[in-house]
Nanobody, 127 residues
Framework: QVQLVESGGGLVQAGGSLRLSCAAS????????LGWFRQAPGKEREFVAA????????LHADSVKGRFTISRDNAKNTVYLQMNSLKPEDTAVYYC????????????????????WGQGTQVTVSS
């Protein structure tokens, strides 16, 4: 089992940047594929980005491609989401998620494919 704790959210003006972090407990961090999702009020949880166990394979949603970057530091048991050129429509609660990955290359993009979730961190982008 793994516990996830997000941090780094806040209020930022449009065009600004934030870096979200998600720290994981446990000794088997490299066994997990990881993802970032977001949920705005009144909307369903939305895929943002995913990364494989090794960090060598990533996927970003079209809505954030070229602006957001997912990465992981397996030595620090942490996954990051670097968010640049933020827009008001990026406002949401951001969640990190984890699930065991059968290979070092695979990633997942559906919320129901993940087993563990953090509590979320609020990101608000003002216009």
């Amino acid at each position: 089992q793994v516990q996830l704790v997000e941090s780094g959210g806040g209020l930022v003006q449009a065009g600004g940047s934030l870096r979200l972090s998600c720290a994981a407990s446990g000794r088997t961090f490299t066994s997990y594929a990881l993802g970032w999702f977001r949920q705005a009020p009144g909307k369903e949880r939305e895929f943002v980005a995913a990364i494989s166990r090794s960090g060598g394979t990533t996927l970003h949603a079209d809505s954030v491609k070229g602006r957001f970057t997912i990465s992981r530091d397996n030595a620090k048991n942490t996954v990051y989401l670097q968010m640049n050129s933020l827009k008001p429509e990026d406002t949401a609660v951001y969640y990190c998620a984890a699930r065991p990955g059968p290979t070092v290359y695979i990633y997942y993009r559906a919320p129901n494919e993940y087993d563990y979730w953090g509590q979320g961190t609020q990101v608000t982008v003002s216009s």
